[in-house]
T-cell receptor, first 118, second 115 residues
Framework: EAQVTQNPRYLITVTGKKLTVTCSQNMNHEYMSWYRQDPGLGLRQIYY???????DKGDVPEGYKVSRKEKRNFPLILESPSPNQTSLYFC?????????????????FGSGTQLSVL | SQQGEEDPQALSIQEGENATMNCSYK?????LQWYRQNSGRGLVHLIL?????REKHSGRLRVTLDTSKKSSSLLITASRAADTASYFC???????????????FGKGTKLSVIP
């Protein structure tokens, strides 16, 4: 089944303890992205990747790191989590991101990771 | 930066009625997409409309795009209780020079369809 898999689904941690949220897609998609969703603020993009070894900052990258060593995986790393990073996180992927308007640009989303930083 | 803004923030209608949601954006776009989110779940793609298209249909969904007004609308006809969800518009910006592609979401419209 074609899907984007995020783990874990729920995570409670303490301030300063490094954590990684994993994201994997099995659709051979080039484009992958991380979003966070907060009440009243909608979805905001953290980082995105156009392809392997190509990553770029979104609108709210501070406090996050990403890597794209393989096409299928795009982990989100919080080196020193803080309470303001408590949020619902989504990983998403699409076949490509070239602005052509084809259906290969529709995003497929994971189920989300609810992170609480105490 | 938040590109799209949906209106209204919340909408409550009776089953069988039509639901209309609007999206306004600020800068030029390549395409506009609409997504649906059931409470706390991942978003699901509904429809994509290109910047050179004015209207598109998919089942009970009708999307319009007015690039001169920088706005789009999503119409759900003959709504059902199962349509209860949040709906988001997303606009993309692609820079061939920078080789970057970003899809930016609005804050969403929360639709409640009452049986």
């Amino acid at each position: 089944e074609a899907q984007v898999t995020q783990n874990p689904r729920y995570l409670i941690t303490v301030t300063g303890k490094k954590l990684t949220v994993t994201c994997s897609q099995n659709m051979n998609h080039e484009y992958m992205s991380w979003y966070r969703q907060d009440p009243g603020l909608g979805l905001r993009q953290i980082y995105y990747s156009m392809n392997v070894e190509v990553t770029d900052k979104g609108d709210v990258p501070e406090g996050y790191k990403v890597s794209r060593k393989e096409k299928r995986n795009f982990p989100l790393i919080l080196e020193s989590p803080s309470p303001n990073q408590t949020s619902l996180y989504f990983c998403a992927s699409s076949l490509s991101g070239q602005g052509t308007g084809e259906t290969n640009e529709k995003l497929f989303f994971g189920s989300g990771t609810q992170l609480s930083v105490l | 930066s938040q590109q799209g803004e949906e209106d209204p923030q919340a909408l409550s209608i009776q089953e069988g009625e039509n639901a209309t949601m609007n999206c306004s954006y600020k800068t030029s776009i390549n395409n506009l997409q609409w997504y649906r989110q059931n409470s706390g779940r991942g978003l699901v793609h509904l429809i994509l409309i290109r910047s050179n298209e004015r209207e598109k249909h998919s089942g009970r969904l009708r999307v319009t795009l007015d690039t001169s007004k920088k706005s789009s609308s999503l119409l759900i006809t003959a709504s059902r209780a199962a349509d209860t969800a949040s709906y988001f518009c997303a606009t993309d910006t692609f820079s061939s020079g920078a080789g970057s592609y970003q899809l930016t979401f609005g804050k969403g419209t929360k639709l409640s369809v009452i049986p």
